[in-house]
């Protein structure tokens, strides 16, 4: 019986046998993710880091192996006794055969017709990013990535093409396996295949009214068919803060001090013996005790398999990053997971599930005055952080009147923990051969729970304000996606047609219970019922959004390409509620021409041509319906009013009115474009010149007092956006072992106001306490003016006279009086620089020999300004700096040595409003420096391994800047509620570190 079950398995094992391969390119370099299948089978399956992969093939009968790679020319191998093989394959003699995602479906680059970039995951892994921001840093032309903060945890400010509205977001769209709006934090980087950055409107227009800042078209990796395959990717990096300011010690502070009390007939604050003292003992360096170099650590563990019919990939991934200040710190803990099902030959499956875990502390510092860090710098050095007993000392005679910044940092909890969980489902039904019915389904949901604590030494408890809070909240939202795409060929004819139907909907609810005047925080916020005073609140918020869509796509002789599309779309947040967003596009690939045909040197040649029409809703929910005011209005955060002077009463009022008509933010653009290549594919190059105008800008109006004051939303105005952006890239050398590859983006856009209803200007208010009416909108200017004081340095001792007509002083500020009333008031204000660069590059440059790489990024802006809110404060008598730590006031006016930095004199009307304080921001950043070694394969196949790659590199190791402060890249507090009107104003953010990393990437 044995027997006649082993014989049938003999007699299979005998016909098959397996084959052994290799995959590598012309210069000798394994292609991991190469697809090999045998011909006239379903039998399919991968190459490996190493570009190994083995097939079993039968004994008998013709066996003929189809070898493809993206970019590559495909091979057909007929295997005969072989029992092993090398396989190299030539460079795709035409790019534009390459498949690339377009919003619902994705389409052969030849017949793409609009503005896009694509980003691979090979690009991605080359630096140690936390997020996925940072991958599009530098790498695609039109694409401006600034990081407005160096807190851990914090997302980066993206800008394609420039800022598209004055109220609403400028972050682009962002489109996760389908999913329209998924959370980028979500997702680790390393899970990511590709990115696809869809700039112009004939590309973003299928996105209607949520795609006018541009969409950015995320594709996660999935598993491969083959062996199970591990990846476990580690790094660590040291973290530093990049520079410090030059800040007196404690011997020259005190000299300065005493100067300062002379020119304003006070007594000393030192005396003789105490500044010799100081000679001996340089102080206290705060910006040294409130930062830290912490030690930072990510893991990143896949497992990955497949067969024929199914495919999966699970992924976890950890962040650990303390910030560069005390007592801060992000974690995250990402699981995602992808698994694809072919049911039968009709349809397919697809399903991605993706949790995040985040957990921080104290890393929503803002900047501004208030902030620990920003304290950090104005208070002064002859202050010891404690007594001799160990105890705080909380405030200090001189220098700033502000809380000590160490025991703010250490004594206030701001601690967020909470729950992200997002599951897609994809079903394509494959109705005919040319007809395929999708569905995508996304349901996600978001618990957050927030605890905050000021105790007693903190600046709120100073004041009697202690207080401890916590807040819970919930958000959900479901979106349905269904579309129908119909492809079919025909003779020279080729026609691709999309038709959808898709709605979501959005809910969140929260409460917040805070109390006040705890009698003991021993217990910390974990007991609100010790304090005197207890409030809750809560809120609720709900919209919707339904969409049509119709897309076709036509090409002739994949020569002359067409694309046209519109969208319909309908949201619950305006009066106007639907709006229609149409696009088309045309093409023209040249190289297709018999001219061009036969070409040794032009590979690829496409001219492009684009028009379309994008919306952005700009407002919240609930903005077109009348509303009472329901937040803290009395001490301590506490509702209501003190009717009769002493008894708190809880009350409501009526809020601002509301436009009786909101319409939609439209944006119509129009672009024209060159894609080529050239010797094979060896180099290519993209060019596109574009000119937007976005209509209907909604902003936030001052109401008249008589209608009860505050401010409402209206359409007003309209502004433009003009631009060019180039990329150049490709391998211009690669010889034997060697090869140089390299990319170049350039990126330039000018923008003007062109309407502001009527207006000629308006002034922006509430940017950081420090620089309220600091920015301004101009008819005929561009975003990001600075408004203030033109500062003219100092009156010298032969204008004596002049300054006199002003009530100052040789020696005092000078400033442009623009009306001529010999007065220095607001009225003189005017525009004094502008935050906007004029135009931002990326280059990225990999020289590999044999198994080690060196790459390095260079990244950087021109032509922009920063408005400094730090350094006002640094020369003292601003805000709670009442005396001077900046080292440049050694060299104040005297009439000895007649500088441009004013005296002390309390007549000197040294504003903070003033061009004294705009400095130029160009830099140019070092990224990513790395060198990486990938161990020879014949060792990894003693060691049962497929990949073993270490690596160094270091980020942001220097940057080229005229800007004395921290960090040309960051902004300011309310960047996020003004994004396009404050950009450039500076509010003492903490810098970007600058980072040494030491990774592995090992594959089993």
């Not at 119509?668 to 180099?683: M, P, Q």
């Amino acid at each position: 019986m044995l027997m006649f079950i082993l014989v049938p398995f003999f007699e299979l094992s005998a016909q098959q046998r397996t084959i052994a391969g290799k995959i590598i390119d012309q210069a000798g370099t394994p292609l991991a993710g190469a697809t090999v299948t045998l011909k006239g089978s379903d039998l399919a399956t991968t190459t490996d880091s190493s570009g190994t992969f083995h097939v079993n093939v039968n004994n008998t009968g013709k066996n003929i192996l189809i070898i493809s790679y993206l970019g590559f020319i495909p091979q057909e191998i007929t295997v005969n006794n072989q029992s092993s093989l090398t396989i190299q394959l030539k460079q795709g003699l035409n790019s534009l055969d390459s498949v690339v995602v377009v919003g619902y479906g994705s389409l052969r680059k030849k017949d793409v017709t609009a503005a896009t970039s694509t980003i691979k995951a090979d690009e991605i892994v080359k630096r140690p990013l936390t997020t996925v921001e940072q991958a599009l840093q530098g790498t695609a032309a039109g694409v401006v990535v600034q990081s407005n903060s160096g807190q851990p945890g914090n997302g980066l400010s993206v800008r394609i093409r420039g800022a598209n509205s004055i109220t609403g977001s400028n972050e682009p769209l962002y489109v996760i396996d389908g999913f329209v709006g998924g959370n980028v934090s979500s997702i680790s980087v390393n899970d990511i295949e590709s990115m696809e950055i869809l700039k112009d409107a004939a590309a973003t227009a299928v996105y209607g009214s949520r795609g006018s800042n541009g969409v950015v078209i995320i594709t996660t990796k999935t598993g491969k068919a083959g062996k199970t395959k591990i990846d476990f990717n580690p790094w660590f990096s040291k973290a530093q803060i990049p520079k410090k300011l030059n800040l007196m010690n404690a011997y020259d502070f005190a000299r300065a001090l005493n100067a300062q009390n002379a020119a304003q007939n006070t007594s000393p604050a030192f005396t003789d013996a105490q500044i010799a003292a100081f000679k001996q003992n340089p102080g206290t360096d705060w910006q040294d005790e409130i930062t830290q170099e912490p030690w930072i650590q990510n893991y990143q563990l896949s497992v990955s398999g497949g067969a024929p019919n199914v495919n999966y990939l699970f992924s976890f991934n950890y962040l650990d990053q303390p910030g560069l200040i005390l007592n801060q710190y992000y974690k995250k803990a990402i699981l995602h997971a992808n698994v694809n099902f072919k049911i039968n030959s009709k349809v397919d499956v697809k399903m991605y599930v993706n949790t995040l875990l985040p957990k921080n502390r104290n890393t929503g510092y803002a900047g501004d005055i208030t902030d620990p860090f920003a304290q950090a710098f104005q208070w002064d050095p002859t202050s010891p952080v404690r007594d001799s007993t160990g105890a705080y000392i909380l405030k200090s005679k001189y220098g700033s009147n502000a809380i000590n910044p160490v025991a703010q940092a250490n004594n206030q909890f701001d601690d967020n923990s909470g729950t992200y969980i997002n599951g897609t489902g994809v079903l394509n039904w494959h109705i005919t051969k040319d007809l395929t019915f999708t569905t995508n389904n996304t349901y996600d949901v978001n618990w957050n729970y927030g605890q905050n604590l000021r105790g007693p030494q903190t600046a709120d408890g100073l004041i009697g304000n202690d207080y401890a809070q916590n807040t819970a909240s919930r958000a959900w939202s479901f979106q349905n996606s269904n579309f129908l795409t119909y492809n079919h060929r025909f003779g020279y004819h080729s026609i691709t047609a999309t038709a959808l139907y898709e709605q979501r909907k959005y809910e969140a609810m929260n409460v917040t219970a805070r109390s006040v005047n705890l009698s003991t925080y021993a217990l910390g916020y974990y007991n609100l019922g010790l304090g005197t005073t207890q409030k809750t609140t809560s809120g609720y918020s709900a919209d919707a959004l339904q969409s049509f869509m119709g897309r076709v796509v036509y090409s002739y002789k994949d020569k002359y390409l067409l694309t046209a599309a519109v969208r319909s779309d309908g949201s619950s947040h305006l009066t106007d509620k639907y709006s229609t967003f149409p696009s088309i596009s045309a093409g023209w690939n040249i190289a297709k021409e018999d001219f061009l045909f036969s070409s040794t040197v032009v590979s690829d040649l496409k001219l492009r041509a684009s028009w379309g029409i994008t919306g952005n809703q700009a407002v919240p929910a609930y903005a077109s319906i009348a509303k009472i005011n329901t937040g803290t209005q009395g001490p301590n955060g506490t509702l209501g009013y003190y009717y009769n002077g002493n008894t708190l009463s809880i009350a409501t009022s009526l809020g601002s009115p509301v436009s009786s008509s909101l319409k939609w933010e439209e944006n119509t653009e129009t672009n024209i474009g060159v894609d080529a290549s050239f010797f094979k594919g060896r180099l290519t190059f993209t060019a596109d010149a574009y000119r937007k105008k976005i209509t209907n800008l909604l902003y936030n109006y001052q109401a008249a007092y008589y209608l009860g004051g505050g401010s409402y939303i209206r359409n007003m105005g309209s502004l433009e956006n003009k631009g060019l952006e180039f990329s150049l890239g490709g391998t211009p050398v690669s010889v034997g072992k060697f090869s140089w590859t390299a990319n170049l983006t350039f990126s330039l856009n000018r923008n003007k106001v062109l309407d502001l209803g009527g207006l000629d200007s308006v002034v922006l208010s509430n940017v950081g306490s420090a620089q309220s009416n600091n920015s301004i909108l101009v008819v005929g200017k561009s975003l990001g003016n600075f408004y203030g004081y033109q500062y003219l340095g100092t009156w010298k001792s032969n204008e004596a006279a002049q300054a006199a007509q002003y009530g100052m002083n040789p020696g005092n500020s000078k400033y442009t009086d623009v009306n001529g009333d010999h007065k220095y008031t607001p009225d003189d204000y005017m525009v004094i620089g502008n935050g906007t660069p004029k135009y931002s590059w990326g280059f990225i440059s990999d020289l590999r020999y044999d198994n080690i790489t060196l790459s390095f990024m260079l990244q950087g802006t021109q032509g922009n300004q920063i408005y400094s809110g730090t350094f006002p404060y640094t020369f003292g008598g601003q805000g709670d700096a009442r005396n001077a730590t900046n080292s440049d006031i050694l060299n104040v006016w005297t009439p000895q040595n007649q500088t441009d930095i004013p005296t002390f004199q309390s007549s000197s009307n040294n504003s903070i409003h003033s061009s004294r304080y705009v400095y130029n921001a160009s830099y140019v950043k070092l990224r990513n420096l790395s060198l990486s070694y990938r161990f020879p394969q014949s060792m990894m196949s003693r060691l049962k391994m497929i990949n073993l790659e270490v690596y160094v590199s270091g980020q942001n190791l220097f940057c080229i800047t005229k800007y004395p402060g921290y960090d040309p890249e960051v902004t300011n507090a309310n960047y996020g509620a003004y994004p396009a009107l404050s950009q450039g104003l500076e509010t003492g953010v903490i810098p970007n570190p600058r980072t040494y990393t030491f990774g592995l990437r090992t594959t089993f």
